[in-house]
């Protein structure tokens, strides 16, 4: 029987990143940081999933991408002109059968919260899951909708 070791910790240089000379055989160290940094290397990062917000003449249309998630775990709330997006993106993996080596991907529970603009008809909103991908109408009121006025002569 073999006996188990604890996984050694990796070592991480902070400085190493800003040797701009140090190997002429990868982009440079400046932008090979900035690039980890927003992905959260090297400290576990809170997953936010990105979002695409547009406006259309009848409303706006909020798109989130959660590759992974299933619809259960996802939820949409309107409250005080705020509108929420709260979820969980879960591990499929048993922990304790592997040895991981590198992780990019991320899981966790993740919140956006985007105020709604004024002309938003909150008590109206329309949420659909389609293949990971969230999408949430938000019609604009009657009212604010600018009026065409056709001139006579």
């Not at 991320?106 to 985007?114: C, E, L, P």
């Given at each position: 029987?073999?006996?188990?070791?604890p996984?050694?910790p990796?070592?991480?240089?902070?400085?190493?990143?800003?040797?701009?000379?140090q190997?002429?055989?990868?982009?440079?160290?400046i932008?090979?940081?900035?690039?980890?940094?927003?992905?959260?290397?090297?400290a576990?990062?809170r997953w936010?999933?990105p979002?695409?917000?547009?406006?259309?003449?009848?409303?706006?249309?909020?798109?989130?991408?959660?590759?992974?998630?299933?619809?259960?775990?996802?939820?949409?709330?309107?409250h005080e002109?705020?509108?929420?997006?709260?979820?969980?993106?879960?591990?499929e993996?048993?922990?304790?059968?592997?040895?991981?080596?590198?992780?990019?991907?991320?899981?966790?529970?993740?919140?956006?919260?985007?105020?709604?603009?004024?002309?938003?008809?909150?008590?109206r909103v329309?949420?659909?899951?389609?293949?990971?991908?969230?999408?949430?109408?938000?019609?604009?009121?009657?009212?604010?909708?600018?009026?065409?006025?056709?001139?006579k002569?």
């Open positions: 029987m073999t006996e188990k070791r996984p050694v990796a070592r991480i240089d902070p400085f190493a990143d800003f040797d701009l000379f190997d002429w055989g990868r982009p440079l160290g932008s090979r940081l900035m690039r980890d940094a927003l992905r959260g290397v090297g576990p990062a936010l999933p979002v695409d917000i547009a406006e259309t003449d009848e409303g706006y249309v909020i798109t989130v991408e959660l590759p992974g998630t299933k619809k259960e775990d996802v939820s949409v709330e309107c002109n705020v509108l929420t997006i709260k979820g969980e993106k879960r591990s993996r048993k922990e304790e059968d592997e040895h991981r080596h590198y992780v990019e991907r991320s899981y966790g529970s993740f919140s956006r919260a985007f105020s709604l603009p004024g002309d938003a008809t909150a008590d329309k949420a659909s899951f389609r293949d990971g991908v969230l999408s949430v109408e938000i019609p604009k009121s009657e009212r604010r909708k600018p009026k065409v006025v056709d001139i002569s």
